[in-house]
């Protein structure tokens, strides 16, 4: 395809048309989610009033990032079979969701995953531990996801970066602001079904030039380049580098806070579980269609074209969508990208947002005695301060190496407060020293050992060799967290907690109290 | 919630329910922990067998991957619907005992 000219980065009528037309339909949906916003239980949690197939669709709309949508299929496209090895590693959090933590949440919290730590802790301790762990994932995952679509829209659309980023911060805010949780919601299901569904169709148009035999497609590869596209490369060069990102990416989903968050808005723990097998099959699937994706960009748009305009392939999709179904079909595809962009940073926002508000206002700030408006009150001043932080960090951070933000918050997630969390749903004697030591070393190792790894020391910093060797540190910080929290609880035993985890084990199982 | 549900708890029922709970949990963990953990080792120390050929062009790379991603959808759809069938029936059963008392 070497005589293939494309549309891509000018600005196509179609896409802006699409981009229009979701934004229209989900500030209309914004606008009748504010007037059933009023109450806390709404802003936070949609009044839990999400079923669980809604759900399922909105926990795969806050993952499915639009990073990872064109990021993995352009991994695939330039590295094929090790493209795969990557979404695997995101995917496998989800049974450990599963397992471990979406029924406990549900049943013992009420609006962050503060809530079930604290349970029968000191609050004011725990609520500060807390909230940096949250804030800090929250954080560096903006960053990523704001520097990311800024220079996606430039590409896709040609339009300047910081004009992007505003663009995405000001709708976001308006979504988070007026409709709270049910708009944010909305906003996730509708971008899933057209990701998904838009996904589906290019794979279609692929799959339909190889008489839909994928075999065909792969086959097509190995001929045009050889046979390392269907076998692992230097994916997994280091075997305990994988496994420490392995381990950062498993435990990491179940410390997100934008996830965790979401187990909120649906009335019960059946609902919860239900949920997570929804999004899983879901995300599974997307990760299916953008192997497909990547090696159909690879044969039918080829390497040297989807470099020509990006060097990492981020471009991948979108030129394999320009290819197969023309001009009107790339600017539905871009304007779902971008609209997946918007979701994911509202989802942040909100999560960020109701802990400045839930966690430090309420529960530190006014020792858990604040009216209902106020809370609400501080959680939309939350989000305006959050929204317009991420933009200033989305500009700030322009042109700057951002990719190792995304392993950063998987990393203080799975370290700061997957442990916490954990030990204090099954560990009786867990202390509040021991949650506050292990939210404290599970931080600091995760974002002090990541700075003086590779990633950040050579790749950002410019230095020659790397203090620490792995580029993701969860290998360490992840049981040391586990240890801090059981030194600490040894060390300061708390009878009353211990006290309350007979109470607290009859809400948790049996569900008897929880909100 | 009235009274002090803990006074009419079935004790011997809610062990074995949360007993049963986290050995569920517990080996379904153990499963993915081992498949996903696994297939990092051979990657790491065995890659050639992923990389053999099944048929003209395919690897045996394709299935095991696709595998690992449909274990995961397999396992969480093995818990839930165990929870929904058991699970959840024994804790209405233990509901009902308690407001019974």
């Known amino acids: 395809m070497t005589d293939f000219t494309s549309t891509l980065g000018q600005p196509n009528a179609v896409s802006i048309g699409f981009f229009f037309l979701f934004v229209a339909a989900t500030l209309v949906i914004t606008y009748f989610a504010a007037k059933k916003s009023k109450s806390a239980s709404q802003f936070y949690a949609a009044g839990r009033s999400v079923t669980g197939l809604q759900n399922g669709l909105a926990l795969a709309g806050d993952y499915m990032s639009a990073a990872s949508f064109l990021g993995i299929a352009g991994l695939v496209s330039l590295k094929g079979y090790d493209g795969l090895i990557y979404s695997i590693g995101f995917l496998v959090g989800w049974p450990i969701v599963m397992f471990l933590i979406a029924e406990p949440l549900r049943n013992l919290g009420k609006y962050t995953f503060a809530d079930v730590v604290a349970y029968r802790l000191s609050q004011k301790p725990i609520r500060v531990a807390a909230s940096c762990g949250s804030l800090m994932t929250v954080a560096f995952y903006l960053i990523a996801q704001m520097v990311g679509s800024g220079s996606l829209v430039q590409l896709m659309f040609g339009l300047p970066y910081e004009t992007a980023v505003v663009v995405v911060g000001a709708i976001m805010i308006a979504y988070v602001l007026f409709g709270g949780m049910l708009a944010t919601t909305w906003v996730q299901i509708i971008k899933a079904v057209l990701l998904l569904g838009g996904a589906s169709v290019i794979v279609f148009m692929v799959l339909a030039k190889y008489g839909f035999d994928p075999s065909d497609l792969f086959a097509a590869a190995v001929d045009k380049y050889g046979d390392k596209v269907l076998a692992p490369g230097g994916m997994v060069a280091n075997p305990w580098d994988a496994l420490s990102l392995g381990i950062a990416l498993m435990f990491g989903t179940a ?9 909120y808005t649906v009335p019960d723990a059946k609902a919860a579980r239900k949920s997570v097998f929804y999004a899983t099959g879901f995300i599974s699937y997307f990760y299916i269609l953008t192997f497909i994706i990547g090696f159909g960009a690879m044969v039918i748009v080829g390497q040297d074209v989807v470099t020509k305009f990006d060097k990492g392939g981020n471009m991948a999709a979108l030129l394999l969508a320009e290819v197969t179904g023309g001009t009107v ?7 779902v990208a971008f609209a997946t962009i ?15 508000s839930h966690d430090l206002y309420v529960n530190v700030f006014k020792s858990g005695k604040a009216t209902e408006e106020d809370e609400v009150k501080m959680a939309k001043r939350g989000t305006i301060f959050l929204g317009i932080l991420a933009v200033a960090l989305g500009i700030a951070f322009k042109g700057q190496n951002v990719a190792f933000m995304v392993g950063l918050a998987f990393a203080i997630a799975a370290s700061a407060n997957f ?10 004697r867990f202390s ?22 590779p990633t950040v020391w050579v790749d950002v910093l410019g230095n020659q060799t790397a203090i620490f060797p792995w580029k993701n540190p969860a290998l360490i910080s992840l049981p040391a967290a586990f240890l801090a929290g059981w030194i600490g609880s040894v060390l300061r035993p708390e009878p009353d907690a ?4 007979e109470q607290q084990k009859i809400r948790n199982y049996l569900g008897m109290g929880a909100e | 919630m009235s009274a002090d549900p803990v006074k009419h708890l079935d004790e ?17 963990t153990a499963f993915i922990l081992v498949i996903y953990f696994g297939f990092i080792l051979v990657l790491a120390f065995a890659k050639d067998v992923l990389t053999a050929k099944i048929g003209t062009h395919l690897t045996l790379g394709l299935p095991v991957g696709l595998g690992v991603i449909l274990s995961a959808c397999v396992l969480t759809g093995i818990y839930v619907y165990w929870a929904n069938r058991t699970y959840d029936a024994s804790v209405r059963d233990i509901i009902r005992s308690m407001k019974g008392k």
């Open chain 1, 255 to 263: 410390g997100l806070p934008h996830i965790l968050m979401r187990f």
């Open chain 1, 329 to 335: 079909f790339l600017g539905f595809i871009a304007a």
């Open chain 1, 342 to 356: 918007l979701a994911v940073v509202a989802g942040l926002t909100l999560a960020g947002a109701s802990t400045f």
């Open chain 1, 419 to 428: 442990p916490a969390l954990l030990m204090s749903i099954l560990w009786r």
């Open chain 1, 432 to 453: 509040t020293f021991g949650a506050a030591a292990s939210i404290v070393t599970g931080s600091v190792l995760a974002v002090g050992l990541i700075v003086i790894s």
């Open chain 1, 498 to 501: 211990q006290a309350k985890y």
């Open chain 2, 12 to 28: 011997d029922a809610f062990r074995k329910l949360v007993r049963a709970k986290w050995t569920i949990s517990l080996v379904l």
